[in-house]
């Protein structure tokens, strides 16, 4: 699974293991360290209705 937020320029990828990957491309070094707070506000974004 692939999930993007233009607003964060967050990337979060579900491996097969379902782990989760998140990648910000604004800050690279921050990438890794994510807070549960900032997961979670990621996460539970509105999805834009088409």
């Known amino acids: 699974m692939y999930l993007h937020s233009d607003e964060t320029n967050v990337t979060h990828i579900k491996t097969s293991n379902n782990e989760g990957v998140f990648i910000n491309f604004k800050d690279p ?3 890794a360290g994510f807070s549960n ?3 979670g506000s990621y996460l539970h974004q509105p ?3 088409n």
Do not use: H, N
Request: net charge positive; proline share 11%.
């Open 37 to 39: 707070k900032l997961k």
């Open 29 to 31: 070094a921050k990438s």
């Open 47 to 49: 999805t834009p209705s």
